[in-house]
Structure formats: C-alpha cells, structure tokens
Antibody, heavy 122, light 111 residues
Framework: QVQLQESGPGLVKPSETLSLSCNVSGDSIYSFYWSWIRQSPGKGLEWLAY???????KYNPSLKSRVTVSLDTSKNQFSLKLKSVTAADTAVYYCARVSFPFGGVGADFDHWGQGTLVTVSS | QSVLTQPPSVSGAPGQRVTISCTGS?????????VHWYQQLPGTAPKLVIY???YRPLGVPDRFSGSKSGTSVSLVISGLQAEDEADYYC???????????FGTGTKVTVL
C-alpha cells in the first residue's frame, strides 16, 4: 500500500520560500505522477502542481510564477518550492499520487499524505 | 472562487439517503471531463470515494455512488451512517483554467 509523508518547516517568514518534501513508500516514484494540493484554514482545496519522473510538469496557472516542483528518484521523494510567500499561503499542504484512469487530462488523486501545516508569519 | 459549486451542507438521519450536487460549466463537467469525489473526515486528509463520475475505489462501501447529467454531477450516500459525517468535495479538470479544480465542499451531518 502506497504511503506518502510530507516534511518541512511549519513556519515561514513573509517574502521567503516555502520548501516541502514528500517521501513515497510502498510504490516506485517512476510509476505515477505526483502532486501538491493545499487547503487554507477553514477553506477548500487548491491544486498546485504535479510532476512525472520523465520531467513532465503541470502547474496551476494562478501560481505558476511562484511554484516549482522537482523529483529525487534516488530518495523516492518529490518536492515543492513556493517563493515570495504571504499570509495567504498559510495552509495545510498535502502531497498526493495522481491517477489517470481514463487517459487524457482528467486525473484524480488516489492516495494522499496526512498533510503538514505551514504558517506564514514573521 | 471555485468553478464547481456544491451546497454548503446537507443532513440526514441514519439509514436515510442524501444527495450532494456539484454544478459545473461547459469548460469542465460539460466538456466531458470526469468528476471525482473525496471524503474528508475531521482533521484528516481527503480520501477518494468516487472516481470517473461513478466508480468506487477498492474498499469504499457500496452505499456511495455517483452519477452525471449534463453539467451536474451527484454523490449519493444510501443508508447514511454516523461515520459518513464529513466534508465532501468534487473535483474535475477545467479547460478555461487549464488545471484541476475542486468544488466548494459540502458538510454532511448525520442527525
């Protein structure tokens, strides 16, 4: 059974860069696309980006200028960097496995990490 | 602001049937993109309960079902149980936004 675990600082200062990693166990990182999703306190879910080991990436256009995702096959991990953060970036950040059960662009997120709260504050 | 609209809350007694709607537009649901549903229990990560409009992942009880009609999709919980009390989100792909989008979320309360 695949398991995902987020890690990284829980507090980031405004204007700095938020950096998180997601460790994947029980599955090969070569096998799927991998994604980041966040949830602001008391609010809904927002998809951020996903990546494939081939180098293929897709970003949420509303955040594309600030977000970078990368993948480390040697550690079976993938990472998120969000630069120039503000208080509006305070959220629980989830990593998730992406599934394309019917091909095309439509994907679901079939396995999730437990999430990690990142607070942006000075 | 989400492009997939859900009712803020629905409720039902144990054993009853509840329906959660998810209304989109011609750039997402109406464009033929599949809709997926997630259950989020308090303090936990979302869990996929329906994918591809109406398919259940392994391990999801068969009281959960999904359907699609035009630009609207629905999640039905038949035989509501106390452990179904959670937030539920729909999700799809939007051509105009060129990305994956989630619904506004619905809180299900078991009376």
């Amino acid at each position: 059974q695949v398991q995902l675990q987020e890690s990284g600082p829980g507090l980031v200062k405004p204007s700095e860069t938020l950096s998180l990693s997601c460790n994947v166990s029980g599955d090969s990182i070569y096998s799927f696309y991998w994604s980041w999703i966040r949830q602001s306190p008391g609010k809904g879910l927002e998809w951020l980006a996903y990546i494939h080991y081939s180098g293929s990436t897709k970003y949420n256009p509303s955040l594309k200028s600030r977000v970078t995702v990368s993948l480390d096959t040697s550690k079976n991990q993938f990472s998120l960097k969000l630069k120039s953060v503000t208080a509006a970036d305070t959220a629980v950040y989830y990593c998730a496995r992406v599934s394309f059960p019917f091909g095309g662009v439509g994907a679901d997120f079939d396995h999730w990490g437990q999430g990690t709260l990142v607070t942006v504050s000075s | 602001q989400s492009v997939l609209t859900q009712p803020p809350s629905v409720s039902g007694a144990p054993g009853q049937r509840v329906t959660i709607s998810c209304t989109g537009s011609s750039s997402n649901v109406g464009a033929g993109h599949h809709v997926h549903w997630y259950q989020q229990l308090p303090g936990t990560a979302p869990k996929l309960v329906i994918y591809g409009n109406g398919y259940r992942p392994l391990g999801v009880p068969d009281r959960f079902s999904g359907s699609k009609s035009g630009t609207s999709v629905s999640l039905v919980i038949s035989g509501l149980q106390a452990e179904d009390e959670a937030d539920y989100y729909c999700q799809s792909y939007d051509n105009s936004l060129s990305g994956h989008v989630f619904g506004t979320g619905t809180k299900v309360t078991v009376l």
